[in-house]
């Protein structure tokens, strides 16, 4: 059965240190994988990731995939109180259709 | 442009009655695609429609079902509620061409059946 899996679930962190959040997953048919921001009701995009050992980055926010060990890391450096908010994982599957499978999310907490 | 909208915004039923959620697509997109999310946890894909009918459907009982209409909107429909259909339930649209990684989310209907 295809399954995402984050760690840790959740995570208090004080503001200005970096945090790393783990996704792992088991899927047939690997497309992509996505990282989302949900703050308050819908997730956001942060980044697609489709190639392995490719750091996508945004500001302060960072992203590579490993598919040889089907993994990827979020890195959020000098955190804001701002960056408060659940982080979703999610695997695109290629089968008939596709499908987007989403881990249960890290919940990042910054405290000032 | 207007993004994905959702009504209602908050609803309350009680166990037993039947809820129907609507959702309305980012200009342009064509396919739109419900999840729930309920609390602690990551969206859990319910089903999906394009052309108005349902291309695919995940791990949920006939109770839920849904309709697409000619302008692209949906409606997300559950019969029989029970106290677990209490959730976060989000519509999320998208090009068909493009697949689900690029879908944008609506903000969401928060559910609780009491």
């Known amino acids: 059965e295809d399954k995402v899996v984050q760690s840790p679930l959740s995570l208090v962190v004080h503001e200005g240190d970096t945090v790393t959040l783990n996704c792992s997953y088991e899927?047939?048919?690997?497309?992509?994988l996505l990282w989302y921001k949900q703050e308050k009701k819908a997730p956001t995009f942060l980044f697609m990731l489709?190639?392995?050992?490719i750091e996508k980055k945004s500001g302060r926010l960072s992203s590579i995939l490993d598919k040889k060990e089907l993994s990827s890391i979020l890195n959020i450096t000098a955190t804001q109180t701002g960056d408060s908010a659940i982080y979703l994982c999610a695997v695109e599957a290629r089968t008939s259709y596709d499908k987007v499978i989403f881990g249960p999310g890290t919940s990042l907490s910054v405290i000032p | 442009d207007a993004g994905v909208t959702q009504s209602p915004t908050h609803l309350i039923k009680t166990r037993g009655q039947q809820v129907t959620l609507r959702c309305s697509p980012k200009?342009?997109?064509?396919?739109v695609s419900w999840y729930q999310q309920a609390l602690g946890q990551g969206p859990q894909f319910i089903f999906q429609?394009?052309?108005?009918?349902?291309?695919q459907r995940g791990n949920f009982p006939d109770r839920f079902s849904g309709h697409q209409f000619p302008n692209y909107s949906s409606e997300l429909n559950v019969n029989a509620l029970l106290l677990g259909d209490s959730a976060l339930y989000l519509c999320?649209?998208?090009?068909?061409?493009?697949?689900?990684?690029?879908?944008?989310f609506g903000p969401g209907t928060r559910l609780t059946v009491t």
């Open positions: 899927v047939t048919n690997f497309r992509s």
């Open positions: 429609y394009y052309e108005e009918e349902e291309r």
């Open positions: 489709t190639s392995s050992g």
């Open positions: 200009s342009g997109h064509d396919t």
């Open positions: 999320a649209s998208s090009l068909i061409w493009q697949g689900s990684s690029e879908q944008y």
